[in-house]
């Protein structure tokens, strides 16, 4: 009921967006809510009919971010820039633990000897570059010579 005491108000009327799906260059995008905003569907007008013009496409956050003011346009370029330069000193730090782990675990000493090395000194690199905290790669090279300790001693 409405606020005057007359018949309640129609309700609004809806109207509906068309989409259409484009095949994604972006691996791993399906089909789905999520895929709407990784730039897999293309937005049409809102009429009832699919139009060949296109209101407008949307596209992933990381092609375009949603900024607006120069500052933080340029901080975003900066950021995608150093997540791409860390990206490699985090995963050399992981795949040296990685392997140093799988040396440690098949038995032999000298082997695990220098895959602790290795992964010690990447852990050192990351944690110098400020990839990952000092006290993180601390841990972590703390972890993995007391599994390196325990081989010895078992070996001894």
Not at 39 to 44: L, P, R, S
Not at 128 to 145: C, F, L, P
Request: aromatic share 6%; with cysteine.
């Amino acid at each position: 009921m409405n606020v005057t005491g007359g018949a309640p108000a129609a309700a609004p009327q809806r109207r509906f967006l068309h989409y259409i799906v484009r095949p994604s260059i972006e691996k791993g995008v399906g089909v789905g809510r999520s895929s709407l905003w990784a730039g897999g569907f293309t937005k049409h007008t809102h009429s009832s009919k699919i139009r060949g013009c296109y209101k407008r496409e949307l596209k992933s956050s990381l092609e375009a971010p949603l900024a607006n003011i120069r500052s933080a346009i340029k901080r975003n370029r900066q950021n995608k820039k150093r997540r791409l330069r860390n990206r490699v000193f985090r995963g050399r730090a992981r795949t040296y633990v990685k392997q140093a782990r799988e040396a440690i675990s098949s038995g032999n000493v000298e082997e695990a000897r220098t895959a602790t090395h290795l992964a010690v000194s990447a852990l050192d690199k990351a944690a110098e570059k400020g990839v990952i905290h000092k006290n993180n790669a601390s841990r972590r090279k703390g972890k993995i010579m007391a599994l390196f300790a325990s081989l010895e001693a078992g070996k001894s």
